[in-house]
């Protein structure tokens, strides 16, 4: 996994538990932090976060060695 591919997940949890977070407790950590929705700040990590969530796009169809499989060899007799 590459370096974006990393920095992208990790901003893709980040809006995730925020997310989490707005939708149990209707409290939205990102605009405490930064200083409210409407701030260009706020803006600024709702939007990256986003882009990250379209960079971890291509995680969904990108193949996985570990998820092949070779068939167990029988026993010959």
Do not use: C, H
């Amino acid at each position: 996994m590459s370096g974006i591919q990393r920095t992208a997940l990790v901003l893709t949890i980040i809006g995730a538990i925020n997310w989490g977070l707005i939708g149990f407790f209707q409290f939205d950590l990102v605009a405490a932090i930064f200083g409210g929705q409407a701030s260009a700040l706020s803006r600024i990590i709702y939007g990256l976060v986003g882009i990250a969530g379209l960079i971890n796009l291509g995680l969904l169809f990108k193949p996985s060695t570990e998820v092949e499989r070779t068939e167990p060899k029988m026993n010959e007799q």
